[in-house]
């Protein structure tokens, strides 16, 4: 009878080590992060025709501890051509950003820093708009990060009081000043 016992708490101890191991194993697996899924990006400046226009660079760069700091090794950034004007039944026009970023060998790399994307078009008002968005910390870019694709997914939603008409040009352009004071630049269009 004594043995019987020992060998059921020896049963009940190595399921509970099993389970434990699964939880720790499963903690451990990290779920992909869908930077589609964040909350739009709303302007944060604007300026109409005969305004000065919004500053290529964000007005204050971001002050972040070495410890939180995301990795920078991109020497040239560009707007990818699936960057794309996103219309949904029920939702928000959006405009759909995406940035690749390469190292000095052409590999993809890291961006690091405070972004700002300028909206400009002719016929809408206001003209321009200006959308921010901090890279700064680890989690400031991941949050933002297509690890498949390799590409930064920024979704802007834009509020015009007049929109541009559909088939207009849109001019973006986005400037980074990364950490150490580096400026990346791209631009492209997209047709409205």
């Not at 964040?38 to 305004?51: C, F, H, K, L, T």
């Not at 039944?89 to 995406?98: C, K, M, Q």
């Not at 690091?112 to 700064?136: K, M, N, Q, Y």
């Amino acid at each position: 009878m004594a043995a019987l016992d020992r060998l059921r708490v020896a049963c009940i101890m190595a399921s509970m080590t099993a389970l434990s191991v699964g939880a720790l194993v499963a903690s451990c697996v990290s779920v992909p992060i869908d930077p589609t899924a964040n909350i739009p990006i709303r302007a944060s400046e604007s300026a109409d025709e005969g305004d000065p226009l919004p500053a290529a660079l964000s007005p204050v760069a971001s002050k972040v501890a070495a410890d939180e700091r995301a990795p920078h090794r991109a020497v040239a950034m560009v707007i990818s051509k699936l960057s794309r004007i996103e219309r949904v039944a029920g939702a928000p026009i959006l405009i759909d950003v995406r940035l690749d970023a390469v190292d000095a060998s052409g590999e993809p790399a890291p961006l690091a820093g405070d972004l700002r994307i300028v909206s400009t078009s002719s016929r809408c008002e206001p003209r321009h708009l200006a959308f921010d968005v901090a890279l700064a910390t680890k989690r400031q870019a991941e949050k933002r990060y297509d690890a498949t694709l390799q590409q930064y997914v920024l979704r802007l939603q834009p509020e015009w009081d007049v929109e541009p008409l559909v088939g207009d040009e849109l001019n973006l352009t986005a400037t980074l000043t990364a950490l150490d004071g580096s400026v990346l630049e791209a631009t492209t269009r997209l047709t409205w």
